[in-house]
């Protein structure tokens, strides 16, 4: 597609179930990252996979969220037993690998709420 | 690891001039770039320079790197209110390529 795509836009779920967030980057871009952005708040780092390296998941909070990137494309990030504080909007984005301009581009997130 | 720090906020009075500020750790950097976040949208790239680059000019927006210091600063000329925003600057490292964000500078405008 023309640019990231994240769904849902919107989810609010109730404490204790599993989401799952769905991330479809650009065309070719090899890199792609998740991010979590609490109300106001800056960027927090969740886990970024490049290519087929093993992915960097030094960023997950807990063992409650994982993520996988099949075929080198389409990503999901799970979190299981969804807790208040994972209330926040979940940023995906995509990147070519140099040494072409490594520039980020983001989708325009999914927005969590649990209640 | 890479560390990237801005400081939390910034007011301007509109029509000044505002430096926004950033400093990081990584000396292997290749890229660092300027993201700008409107209230309720999503990052968009405003501008990037290249590590070998001091200085990059476009339009109201200049970008100083400082490699020494590893500084590095975005200036908006004539600010307006449109430019009311949090400001991320971003680097990628070398060997991983993996982009580092700083925290965010939230820029306020003053009529």
């Known amino acids: 597609g023309a640019g990231v795509s994240q769904s849902p836009s919107n989810k609010v779920t109730e404490k204790g179930k599993d989401v799952e967030l769905r991330c479809d980057p650009i065309?070719?871009?090899?890199?792609l990252y998740w991010y979590r952005q609490s109300l106001g708040q800056g960027l927090e780092f969740l886990i970024y996979f490049q290519g087929n390296s093993a992915p960097d998941k030094s960023g997950l909070p807990s063992d409650r969220f994982s993520a996988e990137r099949t075929g080198g494309s389409v990503s999901t990030l799970t979190i299981q037993r969804t807790q208040q504080e994972d209330s926040a909007v979940y940023l995906c984005a995509s990147s070519k690998r140099a040494p072409s301009n490594t520039e980020a581009f983001f989708g325009q997130g999914t927005r969590l709420t649990v209640v | 690891g890479e560390d990237v720090e801005q400081s939390l906020f910034l007011s301007v009075r509109e029509g000044d001039s505002s430096v926004i500020n950033c400093t990081y750790t990584?000396?292997?950097?290749?890229?660092l770039y300027w993201y700008k976040q409107e209230p309720g949208a999503g990052l968009q790239l405003l501008t990037y320079i290249f590590s070998n680059m001091d200085m990059k000019q476009d339009q109201r927006l200049t970008v100083l790197l400082n490699k020494k210091d590893k500084h590095l600063s975005l200036r908006i000329a004539d600010t307006q209110t449109g430019d009311s925003a949090i400001y991320f600057c971003?680097?990628?490292?070398?060997?991983?390529?993996?982009?580092?964000f700083g925290t965010g500078t939230r820029l306020t405008i003053i009529p």
């Open positions: 990584d000396s292997s950097s290749t890229y």
């Open positions: 065309s070719g871009h090899t890199a």
């Open positions: 971003a680097e990628v490292n070398f060997g991983n390529e993996k982009l580092t």
